[in-house]
Nanobody
Framework: QVQLVESGGGSVQAGGSARLSCAASGYTDNRHCVAWFRQAPGKEREGVAIISSGDSATYTDSVKGRFTISKDIPRNTLYLQMNELKPEDSDMYYC?????????????????WGHGTHVTVSS
C-alpha cells in the first residue's frame, strides 16, 4: 500500500524559504510521476510542481523561479524547496504520486495523496 507523508510546513516570514518533504512508502521504483499541490480554504486544489520519472519538472506560473521540485530516489522522498515566499503562498500543501501519464490533470484519479502540511507566510 502506497503511503505519502508530508512534513516541513510551518510559519515563515515573507521573503523567506522553506523546504517541504514527502516520504513515500509502498513503492521503490522510479516509475512514478510525483507532484506537489496546494489548496487554500474555499478554493480548488491546484498543481504547484510536478516531476516525471525522467526528471522533467514543470511549475505553475506563480512559482516559477522561486520553487524547485526534486526527488531523492534512495530515500524515496520528494522535496519542494520554496524561496522568496509570499503571503499568497500560504496554503495546505499536498504531495501526490501516480503511475502513467504525468500531468496535473491526471492526478484526480488513480493517484495517491498525502494528508498535507500547512505553510503560513506572514508579511
Amino acid at each position: 500500500q502506497v503511503q505519502l507523508v508530508e512534513s516541513g510546513g510551518g510559519s515563515v516570514q515573507a521573503g523567506g524559504s522553506a523546504r517541504l518533504s514527502c516520504a513515500a512508502s509502498g513503492y521503490t521504483d522510479n516509475r512514478h510521476c510525483v507532484a506537489w499541490f496546494r489548496q487554500a480554504p474555499g478554493k480548488e486544489r491546484e498543481g504547484v510542481a510536478i516531476i516525471s520519472s525522467g526528471d522533467s519538472a514543470t511549475y505553475t506560473d506563480s512559482v516559477k523561479g522561486r520553487f524547485t521540485i526534486s526527488k531523492d530516489i534512495p530515500r524515496n522522498t520528494l522535496y519542494l524547496q520554496m524561496n522568496e515566499l509570499k503571503p499568497e503562498d500560504s496554503d495546505m500543501y499536498y504531495c501526490a504520486a501516480r503511475r502513467g501519464a504525468c500531468s496535473f490533470n491526471f492526478f484526480w484519479k488513480d493517484s495517491y495523496w498525502g494528508h498535507g502540511t500547512h505553510v503560513t507566510v506572514s508579511s
